[in-house]
């Protein structure tokens, strides 16, 4: 019974509109006129949809493997770091998360454009001629996804490496093992369900961070968000979008699916 009031607001406000979603999704035409699977077969017959979803899903992998590299040592000097330094350190690392996410998607703007801070220290070093490309690009939109959704990696994986007995570092030591087997033999393994989580929450994150997506990205890279977005408000094809966003749903789900079985 306690619980009533949690799964109460659940069914209103998750489970209900996600069943509506699905319901348009089975819609025949965008006038809402009869029932079936017409929206899906469009999609399934249609190879540009399917590089659409791989794009996107791909994004996300990409998005974790430099999250993960870069979030990993991060955490571990964060460990190493004096006792009194962790709580300005957390805050640093809980900061960006209290900054609008479109304020941050401007301020790579500004960091990746031709005139941007990348770009002038390049020339200003002479390491270039003329300015690189970084705005707009594939490169440049997971670079920038990996600063905004490194909170949520280091977030899981600090409170599981806290957790971890300091014990085991000295009884490695005691049987031989040197730092760098300590920490690939006892610490990882065991940062493992920490690094996990992380990884989820960056990946459904940024496979679905439609501004981001939309405003570094550019309108050249046509990603699942953005595809949504566009058969809804400009060709006002509700049943499509609906279907587009069941897909995304699915197939972000049996990512997450899959690493929960890890």
């Known amino acids: 019974w306690l619980a009533l009031p949690l799964a109460c607001f659940f069914l209103f406000f998750f489970f209900a509109p996600l069943a509506l979603l699905a319901g348009i999704s089975l819609r025949v035409t965008p006038q809402f006129e009869g029932w079936g699977l017409v929206q899906y077969a469009k999609f399934a017959g249609d190879s540009f949809n399917w590089s659409v979803l791989?794009?996107?899903?791909?994004?996300?992998?990409?998005?974790?493997?430099?999250?993960?590299?870069?979030?990993?040592?991060?955490g571990l000097l964060f460990m190493e770091a004096p006792r009194r330094l962790q709580p300005v350190l957390l805050f640093i690392i809980v900061l960006p998360l209290l900054t609008s996410v479109v304020v941050r998607t401007f301020a790579w703007i500004v960091i990746l454009g031709r005139e941007g801070l990348i770009n002038n220290a390049l020339v200003g070093l002479g390491l270039v001629a003329v300015p690189l490309r970084l705005l707009h690009t594939e490169m440049g939109l997971v670079v920038a996804l990996s600063q905004i959704e490194m909170p949520l990696m280091l977030l899981p994986l600090i409170s599981v490496m806290s957790r971890l007995d300091p014990n085991l570092k000295d009884a490695s030591a005691a049987l031989g093992a040197g730092r760098w087997r300590t920490l690939f033999r006892v610490t990882l393994p065991l940062s493992?369900?920490?690094?996990?989580?992380?990884?989820?929450?960056v990946f459904a994150s940024s496979v679905t961070a439609f501004v981001s997506q939309t405003i570094i990205g550019g309108g050249r890279m046509v990603l699942m968000p953005f595809?949504?977005?566009?058969?809804a408000t400009t060709l006002f094809n509700w049943p499509f979008a609906a279907t587009i966003s069941m897909i995304l749903l699915v197939s972000v789900l049996a990512v997450v699916t899959t690493l929960n079985a890890l």
């Open 192 to 201: 493992l369900p920490g690094l996990l989580a992380g990884c989820l929450l």
């Open 227 to 231: 595809y949504i977005w566009q058969q």
């Open 54 to 74: 791989g794009q996107t899903l791909l994004l996300g992998v990409k998005t974790v493997a430099l999250t993960a590299c870069i979030g990993v040592p991060l």
